[in-house]
T-cell receptor, first 111, second 109 residues
Framework: DVKVTQSSRYLVKRTGEKVFLECVQD?????MFWYRQDPGLGLRLIYF???????EKGDIPEGYSVSREKKERFSLILESASTNQTSMYLC??????????FGPGTRLLVL | QKEVEQNSGPLSVPEGAIASLNCTYS??????FFWYRQYSGKSPELIMS????GDKEDGRFTAQLNKASQYVSLLIRDSQPSDSATYLC?????????FGPGTRLSVLP
């Protein structure tokens, strides 16, 4: 079974804090993705990566950065958290040309 | 801009009925299509994929694809309250996926 794990299910941070969200997949997938999901707005792509040390901006990269130092790990970084970054964050991975598998999600609240 | 559209719902059906969920897409060259189910507070999980015109059946689920009309649908037979969820249609675009906004289904006991 494909397994995608995320470091936290729930996270509470204060405005201005630096926040790290970790995602790990155990199936040697090339592609990894970070989305955020908000009511009424659906899934929106923040960043994605096709390979180690490679990253591409998605539709809403502002306020975020990413790191992929190892193939199995893709980190999302909020450099200075703001209240409008309160959301559900979903990590996904897939092998080339196949469907995406999602992690359980991290619900982030920024106060 | 690649687009995937779905009716947001909610779609309400009585238990035991057939639920029909529809999705249209803008890229005529798309070759594969995926349906995900997402329970409230959970992450999406894949339930069906379809690559060829026509129907594909898996248990109570049937995916239907019409490339000429650029729509894909998901039928759920004998709907159960446990099917109540949001259903997302997804279409690959290069290395990425474009997701529809989802249709919220409510199956009433």
């Amino acid at each position: 079974d494909v397994k995608v794990t995320q470091s936290s299910r729930y996270l509470v941070k204060r405005t201005g804090e630096k926040v790290f969200l970790e995602c790990v997949q155990d199936m040697d997938h090339e592609n990894m993705f970070w989305y955020r999901q908000d009511p009424g707005l659906g899934l929106r792509l923040i960043y994605f990566s096709y390979d180690v040390k490679m990253k591409e901006k998605g539709d809403i990269p502002e306020g975020y950065s990413v790191s992929r130092e190892k193939k199995e790990r893709f980190s999302l970084i909020l450099e200075s958290a703001s209240t409008n970054q309160t959301s559900m964050y979903l990590c996904a991975s897939n092998p080339e040309g196949e469907t995406q598998y999602f992690g359980p999600g991290t619900r982030l609240l920024v106060l | 801009q690649k687009e995937v559209e779905q009716n947001s719902g909610p779609l309400s059906v009585p238990e035991g009925a057939i639920a029909s969920l529809n999705c249209t897409y803008s890229d005529r060259g798309s070759q594969s299509f995926f349906w995900y189910r997402q329970y409230s507070g959970k992450s999406p999980e894949l339930i069906m994929s379809i690559y060829s015109n026509g129907d594909k059946e898996d248990g109570r689920f049937t995916a239907q694809l019409n490339k000429a009309s650029q729509y894909v649908s998901l039928l759920i037979r004998d709907s159960q309250p446990s099917d109540s969820a949001t259903y997302l249609c997804a279409v690959p675009y290069g290395q990425n996926f474009v997701f529809g906004p989802g249709t919220r289904l409510s199956v009433l006991p």
